[in-house]
């Protein structure tokens, strides 16, 4: 079974920095795209940065400048480093990946259970 875990996540100042991880592990051929989304309460999700094998990206306005996106397809894992943190930054980071499935070959959609992102004042 194919899981995506995010960590990183916590409590941090105005103006600090997070490192997000998002790990893929199971019986994955490859890892395709991977995003990060967040979803604040009482909002929807939001797309904030994507990036596909080759290592193109994009970024949500509010993310360009403060936030990088990389990945490490030795490992299937991507990151999401966010600098320059601001109070409306708070939000569930959620991971998504399109995955190319070993032996039966599918490709699926995968999300993450998601990692908490508070910035306090």
């Known amino acids: 079974q194919v899981q995506l875990v995010e960590s990183g996540g916590g409590l941090v100042q105005a103006g600090g920095s997070l490192r997000l991880s998002c790990a893929a592990s199971g019986p994955i051929l490859r890892v395709d795209t991977m995003d990060w989304y967040r979803q604040a309460p009482g909002k929807e999700r939001e797309l904030v940065a994507g990036i596909t094998r080759t290592g193109g990206t994009n970024y949500a306005n509010s993310a360009k400048g403060r936030f990088t996106i990389s990945r490490d397809n030795a490992k299937n894992t991507g990151y999401l480093l966010m600098n320059s943190l601001r109070p409306e930054d708070t939000a569930v980071y959620f991971c998504?990946?399109?995955?190319?499935?070993?032996?039966?070959?599918?490709?699926?959609?995968?999300w993450g259970q998601g990692t908490q992102v508070t910035v306090s004042s």
């Open positions: 998504n990946a399109e995955i190319h499935l070993l032996f039966i070959g599918r490709t699926i959609d995968s």
